[in-house]
C-alpha cells in the first residue's frame, strides 16, 4: 500500500505544481506593445520567448512530470516514470464540492485510475481528498445506485475491497457521475462529485500506452 500510496501522490503533487504554473502563464498581462514587437522583430520574439514560461515537455525517462497525452471530456490521460517505471493513469477534478461544516479549506482534490505495468497493476482507483483523513475512517464512492467501500489512509481513499474493483471499473465507464465521501481527521465531512464523461475513452487511450 506505501508504494500505491507514495506514486499516487508524487504524481498528484506533479500535477498541482504545473496546474499552478500554467494558471500563472494564463493570468500573467500581455501588453499590446509586446505583441506588436513579436509580430515586427525577430528580436522582439526571441525576447518574448525568453520571458514566457517554457512550454510544456513530454516526461522524460524518470521523471515524474506528467504528460499530458490526450483529454477526454472532463478527463486527462497522463504518462509518467517516477524511478523509471512508466505510469499511466486517467485523473479529474470534480465538478463540484461541499464540506459540513460548510467552506472549510482544503487543498485540491483529484480522482485518479492508474496503471502500473512493473507492478501487474491496471486500473487502480483512488481519490486524493485534499485533507488528512480521519485514521480508520471509511469513505466511499457511489456510482448511480451502486456503493463501494473505501478505505482512508493519510489523504487517500482505495477500495477497501479489491475484488470488488473489476466492478467498479465497469460502473465508472457506465456511469454518468462518481459521488466521493470521505472525513476529515478534524471530523469535516465532504462530499466531492466527478463528472464521469470521458473517462472510458481515456482508459482505452491509456490501455493502449501502458500495455501489460
Same mark, same amino acid.
Given at each position: 500500500?506505501?508504494?500505491?500510496?507514495?506514486?499516487?501522490?508524487?504524481? *498528484?503533487?506533479?500535477?498541482?505544481?504545473? @496546474?499552478?504554473?500554467?494558471?500563472? $502563464?494564463?493570468?500573467? =498581462?500581455? #501588453?499590446? /506593445?509586446?505583441?506588436?514587437?513579436?509580430?515586427?522583430?525577430?528580436?522582439?520574439?526571441?525576447?518574448?520567448?525568453?520571458?514566457?514560461?517554457?512550454?510544456?515537455?513530454?516526461?522524460?525517462?524518470?521523471?515524474?512530470?506528467?504528460?499530458?497525452?490526450?483529454?477526454?471530456?472532463?478527463?486527462? *490521460?497522463?504518462?509518467?516514470?517516477?524511478? @523509471?517505471?512508466?505510469?499511466?493513469? $486517467?485523473?479529474?477534478? =470534480?465538478? #463540484?464540492? /461541499?464540506?459540513?461544516?460548510?467552506?472549510?479549506?482544503?487543498?485540491?482534490?483529484?480522482?485518479?485510475?492508474?496503471?502500473?505495468?512493473?507492478?501487474?497493476?491496471?486500473?487502480?482507483?483512488?481519490?486524493?481528498?485534499?485533507?488528512?483523513?480521519?485514521?480508520?475512517?471509511?469513505?466511499?464512492?457511489?456510482?448511480?445506485?451502486?456503493?463501494?467501500?473505501?478505505?482512508?489512509?493519510?489523504?487517500?481513499?482505495?477500495?477497501?475491497?479489491?475484488?470488488?474493483?473489476?466492478?467498479?471499473?465497469?460502473?465508472?465507464?457506465?456511469?454518468?457521475?462518481?459521488?466521493?465521501?470521505?472525513?476529515?481527521?478534524?471530523?469535516?465531512?465532504?462530499?466531492?462529485?466527478?463528472?464521469?464523461?470521458?473517462?472510458?475513452?481515456?482508459?482505452?487511450?491509456?490501455?493502449?500506452?501502458?500495455?501489460?
Amino acid at each position: 500500500m506505501q508504494s500505491r500510496q507514495s506514486v499516487v501522490l508524487t504524481l *498528484a503533487a506533479a500535477l498541482m505544481l504545473a @496546474g499552478a504554473t500554467m494558471s500563472a $502563464a494564463q493570468s500573467a =498581462p500581455k #501588453s499590446d /506593445k509586446s505583441a506588436k514587437d513579436a509580430k515586427s522583430s525577430k528580436d522582439g520574439a526571441k525576447s518574448s520567448a525568453k520571458s514566457a514560461p517554457a512550454p510544456a515537455k513530454p516526461a522524460a525517462a524518470g521523471s515524474t512530470e506528467p504528460n499530458l497525452i490526450g483529454q477526454f471530456g472532463t478527463w486527462g *490521460a497522463y504518462t509518467a516514470s517516477p524511478n @523509471g517505471k512508466k505510469v499511466c493513469f $486517467a485523473l479529474a477534478k =470534480p465538478a #463540484s464540492s /461541499k464540506t459540513n461544516p460548510p467552506n472549510k479549506p482544503r487543498d485540491p482534490s483529484f480522482a485518479f485510475v492508474s496503471t502500473r505495468p512493473a507492478e501487474k497493476v491496471v486500473n487502480e482507483v483512488s481519490i486524493m481528498i485534499g485533507y488528512q483523513l480521519k485514521p480508520g475512517s471509511e469513505g466511499s464512492v457511489e456510482i448511480g445506485n451502486a456503493r463501494y467501500a473505501m478505505y482512508a489512509q493519510g489523504d487517500g481513499l482505495w477500495i477497501k475491497n479489491a475484488a470488488e474493483e473489476d466492478a467498479m471499473i465497469a460502473a465508472l465507464r457506465k456511469g454518468s457521475d462518481a459521488v466521493v465521501k470521505g472525513t476529515s481527521a478534524k471530523g469535516t465531512d465532504t462530499i466531492d462529485t466527478f463528472p464521469l464523461k470521458g473517462l472510458s475513452q481515456a482508459l482505452d487511450r491509456l490501455a493502449q500506452e501502458c500495455k501489460r
